[in-house]
């Protein structure tokens, strides 16, 4: 049975991150990150969230296409609206695949600040030129107290989500969380 493995939490605990190495370490898997997918939209730049909603339809459909053919996908968003959330979830059901969660979660006030360095260590993985886009929309609905906002709805959400599991996300501990990750789905 093929699965979609959603990873969700707030920005910059390192969805994108984990889902990268996890392609990397199962062949065939799809790595259906959004952000990545909206650069592909003209014009994204400048409507980050326009983006976003033009490129969801497809991506959902891509997803069931994919899990369809028996291959199992992985989605590093952030989704905090239920409904929004059912129709990934629907996307899996419908063709016969098993939906998986996984909450990335720290401390609020450390995924504030992870937000804030993400992209910002040279050492680190090629900057993704979202974040930019994500920093402005952030600061325009905000600042902190959005991104503390977004912790607290993800918090919300998860007793709505019985069969979710949370990682912890340690700040520079990437390669332990992704060894929790992968311990969690057995």
Same mark, same amino acid.
Request: with cysteine.
């Given at each position: 049975?093929?699965?979609?493995?959603?990873?969700?939490?707030?920005?910059?605990?390192?969805?994108?991150?984990?889902?990268?190495?996890?392609?990397?370490?199962?062949?065939?898997?799809?790595?259906?990150?959004?952000?990545?997918?909206?650069?592909?939209?003209?014009?994204?730049?400048?409507?980050?969230?326009? /983006?976003?909603?033009?490129?969801?339809?497809?991506?959902?459909?891509?997803?069931? !296409?994919?899990?369809?053919?028996?291959?199992?996908?992985?989605?590093?968003?952030?989704?905090?609206?239920?409904?929004?959330?059912?129709?990934?979830? /629907?996307?899996?059901? =419908?063709?016969?695949?098993?939906?998986? @969660?996984?909450?990335?979660?720290?401390?609020?006030?450390?995924?504030?600040?992870?937000?804030?360095?993400?992209?910002?260590?040279?050492? !680190?993985? =090629?900057?993704?030129?979202?974040?930019?886009?994500?920093?402005?929309?952030?600061?325009?609905?905000?600042?902190?107290? =959005?991104? $503390?906002?977004?912790?607290?709805?993800?918090?919300?959400?998860?007793?709505?989500?019985? /069969?979710?599991?949370?990682? =912890?996300? /340690?700040?520079?501990?990437?390669?332990? $969380?992704?060894?929790?990750?992968? @311990?969690?789905?057995?």
């Amino acid at each position: 049975m093929s699965r979609l493995l959603h990873l969700n939490g707030p920005p910059g605990i390192g969805k994108s991150t984990l889902a990268r190495l996890y392609v990397a370490d199962h062949s065939g898997v799809l790595n259906c990150d959004i952000d990545v997918l909206r650069t592909l939209v003209g014009g994204w730049e400048s409507d980050f969230g326009e /983006a976003g909603a033009l490129i969801r339809p497809a991506a959902l459909a891509m997803i069931e !296409a994919y899990l369809a053919r028996g291959h199992d996908v992985v989605l590093p968003q952030m989704l905090t609206n239920p409904t929004e959330l059912a129709r990934f979830e /629907a996307s899996a059901t =419908a063709v016969g695949a098993q939906f998986v @969660e996984r909450f990335l979660m720290d401390t609020p006030a450390a995924s504030v600040a992870r937000f804030h360095r993400r992209g910002a260590d040279p050492g !680190a993985e =090629a900057h993704d030129p979202w974040h930019d886009q994500i920093r402005v929309i952030v600061a325009t609905n905000g600042g902190d107290e =959005a991104l $503390t906002r977004s912790h607290e709805a993800l918090e919300r959400l998860l007793p709505q989500r019985p /069969a979710a599991v949370v990682i =912890a996300s /340690a700040d520079g501990e990437v390669a332990e $969380t992704y060894r929790s990750l992968l @311990e969690s789905l057995g």
